[in-house]
């Protein structure tokens, strides 16, 4: 390792890191700006100036930028030394010119990386008198406020959103003291991780416009380590509050699950903690159908009386925590207790669960799929389904940049010179999807074709893999010759990745992957397989419940013939789940339907007793993400009136009936502790976070930063008296600011700041080094382990005839008849994050997608209205010329499309009682990004 000396001190550091990111390491403070460890350098800010001399008989030295400089044997360096402070002083002043002096009003004043980089350099009076340039702020939609007056040209945000996430419609635009960072024209921008610009821009340039119009400073926002609930992948996040009320939420640091973005969805998309349909109050119908509200006990009592053992079944939910429904199952009974997934769905989680567990292929982490050198996506559109993958993804294909790199000896945090080496040159990433995807751009190429042709494509590159180049024979030539493309190009990677998922709802896809990634792991290759849920508990439910367990189907069928009287429904709109008329009557068939859930909708309004449950940032819980790493998420503040987080609910239900299964569950890890142990597949989810004894040096950590201000103000309206402030009996965490909140384990950091660095950018006194892992580890407990199958998983016993198979052929040769594919789309498919009203702004109405001569054969143009099925749905029509010919792309998981079901063959018809809505630009952001068809 070399040995560097930094004002006459001698250290010995990682080799291959530059200057600057060696300095932070240390805990030495030298400002930056434009540098990030995620995007690397680009030496334009000039901030992070050091004087480096020749040898010791040098005295004058030069200037070089930190970012920019190599750590090398021997080097000198001084960054106290005055010609070093004198430049970096003269460098803020100079970004200063033309800032405002609005830190007071701006909306990051307080957690703002300028403001802390001005205090670190020394630099107080400006000598400038003159006018400040000026500019006129863009409407950028309802996520993002732009402020371009307080911009100091870093480029990060330009860097980030085009090269880091491929987004094309911000730029830097004009010269000199002039640059203008938006769109060409304003408007919502299109990138699915904008967000992301409020945590990157160093200043008050682009902030969260939820937060500015319900506004409170970052040192007076109460948090909690928490995970976000919005698809599969877990992503770690940290959820500020004041006044009971969700104020933002910020990426909480995990290196192997998001790094340092998020997706909008799950930035935004929690707005639904706030919303005007929370239930507060337990109700009960009464004769007149209305719902009398009742106090919890009383609650408590009837719920007692109904769930009578042998004679109550259970309905589970992917979104509720593992805790809660395994207090469920118990309540109910194993054979009783249905996971919560329609009956198509729980087929497929199922599959992927048991192709994972079998494969020898490793499961990967977000940080091992950006290492991949060759990508197969087979059905999933990933952006849509698991936006922090597709992400990685867009990092993979950099790879063959990095390789060129490597042969020329540049580092990889040369960003620059890289990206100007390879230009174009990227790794191979292949998509098969039904339509286009918002990945397309860095595709080598993308099919469009059926479901069951995706199939067909898999098991051809996956025979090609193995040797065997008959089986492609059935494949037109084209697709023929693609699939010996990607054969190949996966065979000849050494660490090639395999993605599928449930999304197209096709359990022949995820077979196909599972061979792909077997066929490679038997020729010898480092392969990843990689298969998507849709819900932030969906692999978690499929481990607690079984393949065995009851479907909905089955539930309603043994209801029916007499074996029930209660259904206890958790955290679940049922009517999400499957066709309105199944649902309502297998609510019918029970004579008591117990719904626990946080929000109104069609299933607690057809609730017989309704309870309300505490949501994610009010409760407790472990959610076990796609890659299988159980992590668990903390109560942000308390909840309001009678709510009650669901494992509340259902072990006081089971106290009062004196079970004897529970006698010994008293706490919320208790729950968890049981579950592992009577629970072969979650053994591992205690290890997902310490448990309630855990104290900091014999203190809690706590959830208000050390600067939280207004304690007895915020209840001066009921007394000038401060209360106690409540005691957290489930958690490590203090419901104050007395605590301590360094060195824990990473499952337990709720906030990031440290002396001196305010903004986020504080996370690097949290690592071992700037980008690297936590100081206390990384969060969450994996219980999948990456390559620990045995190889083989697509043949062992997981035939795909009956789950979702069908011949888009066939639809396509019978006129009037298309095959339902679900088009899932990032803002609206979700059904908690649509209740965000940013989010719902962004979502935009349901359609249907048929390519040009799909439509022209149906006699029906853009705009129009379109029938599905037997009064199923009538969706308006977009023409897609990327659509697959013979499918139907509908909204996934939208308001009208709930009749739908994934794969099945229906009749369409131009509707004549349509009425064309009026167009409304941006409404549909992310519904997919255009593609050249293959």
């Not at 936006?387 to 867009?394: K, S, T």
């Not at 037997?870 to 977009?878: H, S, Y």
């Not at 792309?889 to 009749?907: M, Q």
């Amino acid at each position: 390792m070399p040995v560097i000396t930094i004002d006459g001190v001698s250290y010995e550091v990682e080799s291959g890191r530059n200057l600057l990111e060696t300095c932070l390491s240390l805990g030495l403070d030298l400002p930056y700006f434009c540098w990030h460890p995620a995007m690397g350098s680009i030496g334009a800010c000039r901030q992070c100036a050091v004087v480096q001399y020749q040898n010791k008989e040098d005295t004058r030295g030069r200037i070089v930028m930190g970012c920019m400089t190599p750590v090398t044997d021997g080097a000198l360096f001084s960054l106290a030394g005055d010609k070093a402070q004198h430049f970096r002083e003269a460098i803020v002043e100079s970004l200063m010119l033309n800032h405002p002096h609005d830190c007071p009003v701006c909306a990051e004043g307080g957690e703002c990386h300028l403001q802390d980089m001005t205090v670190m350099v020394g630099h107080r009076d400006r000598h400038y008198r003159g006018r400040k340039n000026t500019h006129r702020n863009q409407y950028l939609g309802p996520l993002i406020n732009h402020e371009m007056n307080r911009c100091i040209t870093c480029y990060r945000c330009t860097r980030f959103y085009r090269d880091y996430a491929g987004g094309t419609d911000l730029a830097a635009m004009a010269a000199h003291d002039h640059i203008y960072f938006g769109r060409h024209q304003e408007g919502v921008l299109q990138s699915e991780f904008a967000g992301n610009l409020v945590e990157v821009c160093p200043t008050g340039v682009f902030t969260d416009k939820t937060l500015v119009h319900d506004y409170t400073r970052k040192w007076d926002l109460q948090s909690a380590p928490s995970v976000c609930t919005g698809c599969g992948v877990g992503c770690n996040t940290m959820p500020g509050e004041r006044y009971g009320r969700l104020k933002r939420v910020h990426n909480r640091f995990n290196l192997d699950v998001n790094g340092y973005f998020l997706c909008d969805r799950g930035r935004f998309g929690a707005g639904f903690v706030n919303s005007d349909r929370a239930l507060e109050y337990p109700g009960l119908r009464e004769a007149d159908g209305r719902y009398r509200a009742l106090d919890h006990h009383d609650a408590l009592l009837r719920m007692m009386a109904q769930c009578t053992p042998g004679r109550v079944a259970g309905i589970g939910s992917p979104r509720a925590p593992v805790e809660a429904n395994y207090l469920l199952q118990l309540l109910v009974g194993a054979d009783n207790y249905a996971p919560g997934f329609s009956d198509s769905e729980q087929v497929l989680v199922n599959l992927a669960l048991a192709l994972q567990q079998r494969s020898a292929a490793a499961i990967p982490d977000i940080r091992t799929i950006e290492s991949a050198d060759a990508v197969l996506v087979l059905g999933e559109d990933v952006t849509n389904t698991a936006p922090r993958i597709a992400l990685a993804l867009r990092q993979s294909v950099r790879n063959r940049a990095y390789e060129l790199a490597a042969g020329l000896r540049l580092e990889h945090w040369q960003d620059a010179a890289i990206r100007n080496l390879a230009q174009d040159q990227r790794s191979p990433l292949f998509i098969a999807a039904t339509a286009d995807t918002p990945l397309d751009d860095v595709a080598a190429a993308r099919l469009s074709l059926a479901p069951d042709d995706i199939a067909a494509l898999g098991r051809a590159v996956a025979a090609g893999i193995a040797g065997d180049t008959s089986a492609g024979d059935i494949l037109p030539q084209a697709l023929r010759e693609q699939a010996g493309k990607i054969s190949a190009a996966l065979a000849g990677a050494r660490r090639p990745l395999v993605i599928a998922g449930t999304g197209c709802g096709s359990a022949a896809i995820l077979q196909a992957a599972a061979a792909v990634a077997d066929a490679l792991c038997n020729a010898g290759n480092q392969a990843m397989l990689c298969l998507c849920v849709p819900e932030a508990n969906s692999l978690g439910q499929a481990m607690l419940a079984g393949p065995a367990a009851p479907d909905l189907a089955t539930l309603q069928r043994r209801a029916g013939a007499g074996e029930f009287d209660t259904l206890v429904v958790l955290e679940n709109d049922l009517y999400r789940r499957g066709n309105a008329s199944h649902i309502d009557a297998l609510l019918a068939a029970f004579g008591e339907v117990i719904v626990l859930d946080g929000l109104d909708n069609a299933t607690t309004s057809a609730a017989t007793l309704a309870l309300p449950a505490a949501n994610f940032a009010e409760s407790e819980g472990t959610l076990v993400s796609l890659e299988g790493r159980a992590q668990r998420y903390f109560p942000v503040f308390q909840p309001r009136a009678e709510r009650r987080p669901s494992w509340v609910w259902l072990l006081a239900c089971m106290k009062e009936q004196e079970r004897p299964e529970v006698h010994t569950l008293h706490h919320f890890d208790d729950i968890t502790r049981a579950c592992a142990a009577g629970v072969p597949a979650l053994a591992g989810i205690t290890a997902a976070a310490p448990d309630l004894h855990y104290l900091n040096l014999g203190v809690k950590v706590p959830r208000q930063p050390p600067r939280y201000s207004g304690r007895t103000a915020m209840r001066a309206d009921i007394s000038v008296h401060e209360p106690k402030q409540r005691e957290d009996e489930e958690t490590p965490l203090a419901f104050t600011m007395e605590g301590l909140n360094r060195n824990q384990p990473g499952a337990l950091l709720p906030w990031v700041w440290a002396p001196g660095w305010n903004s986020n950018q504080s996370v690097q006194k949290f690592q071992t080094r700037p980008g690297g892992p936590l100081k206390g580890g990384t969060a969450g407990a994996r219980l999948l382990q990456p390559g620990a199958g045995g190889g083989g998983a697509a043949a062992q016993g997981h035939s795909s005839a009956g789950a979702g198979s069908s011949t888009a052929a066939p639809a396509g040769s019978r006129p009037g008849y298309w095959q339902l594919v679900p088009r899932p789309r990032i803002f609206g498919s979700d059904e908690l994050s649509a209740l965000s009203p940013a989010v719902a702004e962004l979502a935009g109405p349901a359609v249907i997608e048929l390519c040009s001569d799909d439509a022209a054969a149906l006699g029906a143009a853009p705009g129009d209205g379109v029938e599905v099925g037997d009064g199923l749905a009538t969706l308006e029509l977009r023409v897609n010329d990327t659509m697959a010919a013979g499918c139907a792309g509908y909204s996934a998981g939208f308001e009208g499309t709930g009749n739908l079901e994934a794969l099945a063959v229906v009749a369409l018809r131009r509707s004549s009682s349509w009425q064309r809505r009026p167009q409304v630009i941006g409404s549909d952001r992310g519904a997919g990004q255009g593609g050249a068809n293959v």
